[in-house]
């Protein structure tokens, strides 16, 4: 018997010493941070300061150092986690989660996927970035309806969803963004304090309390209608499929085009293969090669594509395509999402006020871009057009709002007036009309195209 409760004593004891944050709470619930020290976290990269007060994980901002990152010494893949943010007004801040550090990456950088928070007049709290790696995936303006979710100086709930390629965010119980995206599985969580730039920076504050993880039997909260973002090429999501979205490209047919004036897809310089419908650079004698889908879209819908440019490209996707505006049969007239290289083509220096810029509606209204909202050539943008029942236009490049106004609107015709359209009676107030992709002798490619009738 004596030895029995000296064993029954050892066990008692050791799951007395046992950290919080290895215990179960009711719900199937995990404690990553037990109230009292850093037990199971670590800190990499900046050296801002990390300790505990009055049960809670407080970082402090430090002048000179780089971002700084307290993280989960375990890698986590799927998962709900639930944290109590508070933060200081001046201070940006994050949520790493599914993030790595590589010796090989950056010398060691932590990179991956940051649930923002974003106390400044922006609101981009819950917002999904890629720290050190792609930049922003899913900045407010897609929904600006959730900007007004977090509260400054209070504590604030985050809820983060990351349950196979699925990505959600919810602040205060508002959905907030989803994203769906396989470029990395599982990672560490990490609470990130921003490097700060100048010293009336220094010393600022913020604070995680709550923290607390699921791993098993995983349980999503119900469908919202949000925006979602889909980087997987040529895919849809089911939550996307609910919402209504269709694809007009599923990276094999292109059976839901043809060439503009024809009935059959080009035999020439078009091709759809390798997941990219591709038009290929023209040697001078032929251009005006557009093709355009088979199906009408109007009066109201969404319009999404990617887009890669070469060097010097010039091209663009239009909608509300009115076959009545063009004679020659090759080149449709449409309200145009321009697509072109800035930099090195012309015709960005043409126009007026830059209204022949990327991702403007070409030669009408200019887009206004913010820094850093272009991916550098070879690389993929994102391209979305909104027509909504009330005639409201928007265009949005890799999430951000560039272009709006109103179809009809007085605007709207003193812009017309002043364009190369100006002749073109009932330009842009076609109630339905094709999506075309166009030629302009440049070498573009596109995918993930896809749209939703509203």
Same mark, same amino acid.
């Given at each position: ?5 000296? &064993?029954?004593? @050892? ?30 976290? $670590? ?47 001046? /201070? ?25 928070? %974003? ?6 709290? =819950? ?18 309806? !959730? ?27 508002? !959905?907030? =963004? ?18 700060? @730039? ?17 791993? *098993? ?13 889909? /980087?997987?090429?040529?895919?849809? %999501? =089911? !939550? ?13 047919? =292109?059976?839901?085009?043809? #060439?503009?004036? @024809? *009935? ?6 078009? &091709? ?5 419908? *591709? ?29 890669? /440019? ?5 091209? @663009?996707? $239009? ?122 002798? %440049?070498?573009?490619?596109?995918? #993930? /195209? ?5």
């Amino acid at each position: 018997m004596k030895k029995i409760k000296i &064993a029954f004593i @050892g066990l008692l004891s050791l799951a007395v010493c046992l950290p919080a944050f290895s215990q179960k709470s009711k719900g199937g619930w995990q404690n990553l941070f037990n109230g009292k020290d850093l037990t199971g976290w $670590k800190q990499l990269n900046g050296q801002a300061k990390y300790e505990v007060k009055d049960g809670a994980i407080v970082g402090t901002s430090v002048m000179g150092t780089p971002n700084s990152f307290l993280t989960t010494e375990k890698d986590y893949g799927d998962f709900i986690l639930e944290v109590d943010v508070k933060v200081d007004n001046k /201070l940006n801040s994050g949520i790493q989660i599914r993030s790595l550090s590589k010796p090989d990456y950056q010398n060691g950088r932590v990179h991956g996927y940051q649930v923002e928070i %974003d106390p400044s007049d922006r609101a981009y709290s =819950a917002g999904i970035y890629d720290e050190a790696r792609r930049g922003w995936l899913y900045p407010l303006d897609l929904n600006p309806d !959730a900007k007004t979710a977090f509260k400054k100086e209070q504590w604030n709930k985050y809820r983060i969803e990351a349950i196979g390629n699925s990505i959600r965010t919810f602040l205060n119980g508002v !959905a907030v =963004a989803h994203v769906i995206d396989d470029m990395t599985p599982s990672g560490f969580i990490c609470l990130q304090v921003h490097s700060i @730039g100048s010293k009336d920076l220094e010393a600022t504050q913020v604070s995680w309390k709550n923290v607390r993880i699921q791993t *098993t039997n995983l349980k999503p909260s119900p469908a919202s209608n949000i925006r979602i973002v889909n /980087l997987i090429p040529n895919a849809l %999501d =089911a !939550a996307e499929k609910a919402q209504g979205w269709s694809l007009l490209y599923d990276g094999k047919t =292109a059976d839901q085009w043809r #060439s503009y004036g @024809g *009935t059959d897809f080009p035999s020439k310089r078009w &091709a759809y293969n390798d997941g990219t419908i *591709t038009i290929s650079k023209s040697d001078g004698s032929e251009t005006g090669n557009d093709i355009v889908t088979k199906k009408l879209y109007g009066p109201a819908f969404e319009f999404e594509f990617e887009f890669k /440019l070469t060097e010097g490209a010039n091209s @663009g996707v $239009k909608y509300f395509v009115d076959q009545k505006f063009s004679a020659n049969g090759k080149s449709g007239i449409g309200c145009e999402y321009q697509v072109l290289d800035d930099e090195k083509h012309p015709d960005a220096k043409l126009g007026k006020n830059g209204n022949r810029t990327i991702a403007s509606f070409y030669d009408v209204i200019p887009a206004d871009r913010p820094k850093n909202s272009v991916k550098k050539i070879g690389e993929w943008n994102q391209g979305r057009i909104v027509v909504q029942k009330d005639g409201t236009v928007q265009h949005f490049l890799n999430g951000y709002k560039v272009v709006e106004y109103v179809r009809g609107s007085p605007q709207f015709k003193d812009f017309v007036m002043s364009s190369k359209f100006k002749n073109f009676e009932g330009f842009g107030m076609s109630q339905q009309g094709n999506l075309l992709l166009q030629d302009h002798g %440049d070498n573009v490619s596109f995918r #993930s /195209l896809k749209v939703r009738e509203l």
